[in-house]
């Protein structure tokens, strides 16, 4: 005797529409991200009159949510706090890294201004694939 599993269609994972932020880094998504991210801030602010915290803070989900789009990893946000970020990989395992832990997995790797105005944001850049 054997046990069927029925199988059930996978949902595509969905982009806001009405998200300008989303819809600006999809249009550049050949370009670098640093390159792409300080377009759509600059974009935000002054084709949206937002004030620049908000647009990057905007810019950032929408290149998380687009980075994001097709992996099963999450970060566990009821978890995470200022001192701690913790992920869950699609196994369901959850990565702890602290402060110290990213700073100690950045060293060595190229960080590009997100924001080129003002150079206050930082963007670990990835070799295109």
Do not use: F, Y
Not at 46 to 64: G, S, V, Y
Not at 76 to 102: E, Y
């Amino acid at each position: 005797m054997s046990n069927v599993v029925p199988i059930r269609p996978a949902a595509a994972p969905q982009l806001d529409p009405h998200n300008v932020a989303v819809g600006r880094l999809w249009q550049h998504r050949e370009r670098p991200r640093a390159e792409a991210l300080s377009d759509c801030i600059g974009h935000l602010c002054q084709t949206h009159d937002m004030p620049e915290h908000a647009a990057e803070n905007a810019a950032i989900q929408a290149l998380a949510e687009l980075d994001t789009l097709n992996m099963r990893d999450t970060i566990d946000i009821a978890t995470t706090t200022s001192h701690a970020v913790v992920l869950t990989n699609a196994a369901g395992q959850r990565i702890a890294l602290t402060a110290r832990d990213l700073r100690e997995l950045l060293k060595g790797h190229d960080l590009q201004a997100g924001n080129a105005g003002s150079g206050r944001l930082l963007l670990l850049e990835r070799p295109a694939h």
